[in-house]
């Protein structure tokens, strides 16, 4: 079935993450009466043998590819930059030195605007768009901030961008450059978010902060989708990610179960780690702790700004995820973070950002504690470049 003729394109409806109720899919949701994230629900049984891997056969080589299972309806409502189809570039020598059969790196730095983030923007704008909204706007670490203020300049919308005074500088300049109104804030992201809260109530900003609307999780679901195409249609053994908020985990985790629905895979799942700073470590203390939702993360401190999220709306699908999967969660130092982005470039070629470091860094961890083993293939994500964090230190 090609993109252009599926008559199933769009979501049939909007459902609760924890309670399972039922919302309207085609008006501005937030998150749900029961305060949880939202996900975007499609007719996976129709679309069962009317779309397939073989119908992605030379379609666009970006993320609007999976349309059937994207929330835009309109083509004309898709705000684009290219996002999407970043390169799975095997890394022998990497995978040598960290002690696994082999290595794969999703080298997402090569989106629009360096990050991962121009994923879940490319879809929350478009959406918003679609669904007539006027002034967006977030509280972000940094490279989410920069990403809104790309898109929403590609979609003619104002962008209200709040972050931590601390954020990389480059990343600041890159968010001015994009004509976004940049606040910054003493405080963490945590703070950054209070007061978005407050523009949403005095002036009507439409909130487009992690998980608090339903179409961020469905630009970086199409991660998993990615990887499994990639490996030749089929899963990795292990996947290891930086996780702040934890949107690319839980979307992942949605993928892989609406490729089951569609028949594509079996009950097969990737072993999912997730990776914190030592400096703020929520979803590691409660997996540790077997609690099923993670407390806010007092005093947290990081260099890579991606991770010093001390709380995440979406704990409890991160935990599920982990737990599910036979995964585990670790947290690392910065300084391990940063030695192990050299490690990372001289043996890759690839520049990775801090929360890139970390992934390679909890990998001996994982291996120690036999979470991972030495005869996996293990998909590693860096998910920015490490040109946005040039003159930031390790704090630890």
């Known amino acids: 079935m090609s993109e252009s003729s599926s008559p199933l394109r769009g979501a049939t409806h909007l459902e609760c993450t924890e309670t399972g109720e039922r919302l309207e899919s085609e008006t501005l949701q937030g998150l749900s009466p029961a305060g949880k994230p939202l996900f975007a629900r499609y007719d996976l049984e129709s679309l069962a043998g009317a779309f397939t891997p073989d119908d992605l056969v030379g379609r666009r080589a970006d993320l609007w590819r999976y349309a059937e299972v994207l929330p835009v309806r309109d083509p004309a409502h898709r705000i684009t930059l290219g996002e999407g189809w ?64 790309a898109y929403g300049a590609a979609a003619d919308m104002a962008v209200h961008v709040v972050v931590p005074a601390d954020t990389p500088q480059p990343i600041l300049e890159e968010i001015r450059a994009m004509g976004a109104h940049l606040h910054l804030l003493d405080g963490l992201i945590t703070d950054c978010g209070k007061a978005v809260k407050e ?90 702790s077997g609690a099923g939702s993670a407390e806010y993360y007092e005093g947290a401190t990081t260099y890579a700004s991606g991770l010093r999220v001390p709380s995440a709306v979406g704990d409890f699908l991160i935990l599920d995820a982990l737990r599910a999967s036979g995964g585990a969660a670790v947290a690392v130092a910065d300084h391990q973070m940063a030695r192990w982005v050299s490690r990372i470039g001289e043996t890759t070629g690839v520049f990775a950002a801090p929360e890139g470091g970390a992934v390679a860094a909890a990998v001996p961890v994982l291996l120690e504690e036999g979470v991972i083993r030495a005869d996996d293939e293990v998909v590693l994500f860096n998910t920015g470049s490490g040109l946005k964090y040039v003159g930031m230190s390790p704090l630890d």
């Not at 499994?228 to 979307?251: C, H, K, S």
């Not at 089951?260 to 590691?284: L, Y």
């Open 199 to 288: 523009g949403v109530r005095e002036f009507g900003w439409w909130d487009l902060s992690t998980l608090k609307e339903p179409y961020r999780v469905e630009g970086k679901k199409t991660m998993g989708y990615e990887i499994f195409e990639q490996l030749g249609r089929r899963l990795p053994d292990v996947i290891v990610y930086p996780t702040g908020g934890g949107t690319g985990l839980i979307g992942m985790w949605k993928a892989f179960d609406e490729m089951e629905a569609m028949g594509w895979i079996g009950s097969e799942r990737p072993r999912m780690m997730a990776v914190q700073a030592r400096g703020c470590a929520p979803i590691v203390r409660a997996f540790e």
């Open 86 to 149: 970043t390169p799975l570039l095997d890394a022998p020598r990497l995978a040598g030195e960290l002690g696994v059969a082999r290595c794969w790196v999703k080298d997402e730095s090569q989106n629009p605007t360096g990050t991962f983030k121009a994923r879940g923007m490319a879809l929350a704008v478009s959406r918003a768009l679609e669904l007539g909204a006027d002034v967006l706007a977030l509280p972000s670490a940094g490279n989410a901030g920069g990403a809104a203020a």
